[in-house]
């Protein structure tokens, strides 16, 4: 729902329609909502087709009723707002970096078997076999790097098999370009210093994205999103 909409919803709420029919006209929830009359009477409109308001036109002004779905929508928001406010994690962190190619070596630890049945367990998906390499190049992003490792994440364990110990990985799920989810992965032994972070995916991401060496990417690191 538009965050406009939602806020007449919310202004009708204040008015107590959660538990009694209300009645207002248009001019003056136009003036509660800060918007026009047209804007208010289009929201009153798409708010009922929605059925998240029960509505019965009059001369002198409407009749409204939030309904259960309309309550139900607010206290999805309230909940969302809450947890926001007051948890001690916050919900995600943003990074953006600039993609590179890296050592060439993603492919191959990421395709190791100890490493790969984990991913898929505790992801829940296969990663296409390498990585998505970015490079951090503001102060804002380093430090929001650094602030991720800080919070609670999804553990690999390291591993030992005939030719060599595999060290533990931590993992963030992520959001990329607002588009496909992943995993940001943090080896506690990497060829990489820290302003460098690598991202998997159950897809090809360069292919996928279309993207070159030097394209922006944006990651959006869901630091309280667990299986």
């Known amino acids: 729902m538009k965050p406009t909409l939602w806020f007449t919803l919310y202004m009708l709420a204040e008015m107590a329609a959660c538990s009694r029919t209300i009645k207002v006209s248009t001019k003056y929830l136009a ?17 009922e087709k929605k059925r998240l308001i029960e509505r019965t036109a009059g001369v002198e002004g409407c009749l409204i009723k939030i309904t259960k779905s309309g309550v139900a929508e607010l206290k999805k928001v309230y909940s969302g707002l809450r947890s ?9 962190i943003i990074l953006e970096g600039e993609v590179f190619t890296g050592l060439g070596e993603g492919a191959y630890y990421v395709g190791q078997e100890g490493y790969r049945k984990q991913f898929i367990e505790k992801l829940g998906f296969e ?6 390499n970015l490079k951090l190049t503001t102060d804002y992003d380093l430090k929001a ?4 490792v800080t919070y609670p994440s999804l553990e690999i364990d390291g591993f030992k098999n005939e030719m060599r110990n595999f060290g533990p990985v931590k993992c963030y799920r992520v959001r990329i370009n607002n588009k496909i989810e992943g995993a ?12 460098v972070v690598e991202i998997i995916a159950p897809v090809y991401l360069r292919d996928r994205l279309r993207l070159k060496n030097g394209n922006k990417v944006r990651v959006e690191v869901l630091i309280s999103k667990f299986p």
């Open 127 to 132: 990663p296409y076999p390498g990585t998505l």
């Open 184 to 195: 940001v992965i943090f080896a506690l032994r990497s060829h990489y210093n820290t302003s």
């Open 84 to 92: 926001a406010i007051e948890s001690e994690y916050p919900p995600s």
């Open 145 to 148: 790097r650094a602030d991720i």
């Open 31 to 47: 003036e509660k909502v800060g918007y026009s009359q047209q804007t208010a009477s289009r929201h009153l409109i798409e708010l």
